[in-house]
């Protein structure tokens, strides 16, 4: 069963409009992660919640923001996407402390901005 | 600044074959590290976690190896099948936070 949900797999948006990518989890762990990554790139962290509280990376674009509204969902806001946002969407989480702190992905958001 | 290396970018293989990748980090105080395996246009799939205390951790054909003073890991896969076909990453985590930090990958193609 799959642990980390991402909604929806694929996502087409227009430059400029508003666009919500959704990730859920049915492991009950503290943090939750939102990571870009780019064509043969590294994912890049964007920004990560441990519970509800929010820690934002000093490079991710203002364009960019999150909701946690309880431990089980996130969400990923892009305001006014640009070409430049095309990406694939990872989410992830991982437990804080413990003998297992394993991270775990979902299956990714591909956005296309037209 | 930690910072996460993998060498080589690509490699193909014969069928059958062991094979090592290779992970780099700059900075040797870390949480943990750990590989995962991505098939092209889909998320991430953990294959070996390892915490900072250990030297290995094992998985069916796969062995994960960790010299933190030397600040490398090595992902061991033995008798390569094509089915090992994919794209593998190593994560560090750094201590006293719940970021990991990613390598580029290494995209693996084994041949039948």
């Known amino acids: 069963d799959a642990m980390v949900i991402q909604n929806p797999r694929y996502q087409v948006t227009q430059f400029g409009k508003p666009v919500t990518l959704s990730c859920s989890q049915t492991l009950n762990h503290n943090v939750m992660y939102w990571y870009q990554q780019k064509s043969s790139q590294a994912p890049k962290l964007l920004f990560h919640?441990?519970?509800?509280?929010?820690?934002n990376e000093a490079d991710t674009p203002d364009n960019f923001q999150s909701r946690r509204p309880n431990t089980s969902f996130c969400f990923l806001d892009i305001r006014s996407p640009g070409l430049g946002d095309a990406a694939m969407y990872l989410c992830a989480t991982s437990r804080v402390t413990g003998v297992n702190t394993e991270a775990f992905f979902g299956q990714g958001t591909r956005l296309t901005v037209v | 600044k930690q910072e996460v290396t993998q060498i080589p970018a690509a490699l193909s293989v014969p069928e059958g074959e062991n094979l090592v990748l290779n992970c780099s980090f700059t900075?040797?105080?870390?949480?943990?590290l750990q590989w995962f395996r991505q098939d092209p246009g889909k998320g991430l799939t953990s294959l070996l976690l390892?915490?900072?205390?250990?030297r290995e951790q094992t998985s069916g054909r796969l062995n994960a190896s960790l010299d933190k003073s030397s600040g490398r890991s090595t992902l061991y896969i033995a008798a390569s099948q094509p089915g090992d076909s994919a794209t593998y990453l190593c994560a560090v985590r750094l201590p006293g936070t719940y970021k990991y930090i990613f390598g580029t990958g290494t995209r693996l193609k084994v041949l039948a």
């Open positions: 919640y441990y519970d509800k509280d929010f820690n």
């Open positions: 390892i915490q900072s205390s250990q």
């Open positions: 900075d040797s105080a870390i949480y943990n």
